[in-house]
């Protein structure tokens, strides 16, 4: 069973999944397939088979969700430094061939989020990055062809 690295904010979220999921979502739907019962026959009943699609999937995601809690393990990225690049990091980035600046924070997988500047620890950016510094040049070969940048700044927030 391995451990999956998680700042603490990302953990704080998946904690919050949980226990909307739990709370919230589970009553609600266990309301539904109470309703639809009410309504007759089930074998013929989408309301009723609806809501246990719902239920099959919610239960689904809680054990997902229960799963990578247990097996988290948090650093606490303020705690850490260096002058080169680690899980944790926030690293400032120029591409190479149009000048365009990107600012991407090396996270686990659960809370990789690429629109919000969150890049998971096994893509292929970040596998490239870890163990560079400052002014190091890093070329990546991702799916969307050879790209070529320039590390400009490391960060610890």
Known sequence: MDKIPMTAAGYSTLEAELK???QV???RIIQQITEARTHGDL?????????KEQQSLNEGRIA????????ADII??????GDTITFGATVTLVDEDTD???VWQIVGEPEANAKAGRI???????????GKA????????????????EVKKIEWK
């Open 100 to 102: 365009e600046k990107k």
């Open 25 to 27: 979502e589970r009553p």
């Open 64 to 71: 997902e969700l229960e799963d990578k809690l247990a097996r």
């Open 43 to 51: 074998s013929e009943n989408a309301e009723y088979h609806a809501a």
């Open 20 to 22: 909307h999921c739990q």
């Open 120 to 130: 998971s620890i096994t893509s292929p950016l970040a596998r490239a990055l870890i």
């Open 76 to 81: 606490d990225v303020s705690k850490l430094s």
């Open 134 to 149: 400052k002014g190091a040049t890093v070329e990546v070969v991702a799916p969307g062809g050879a790209k070529a940048y």
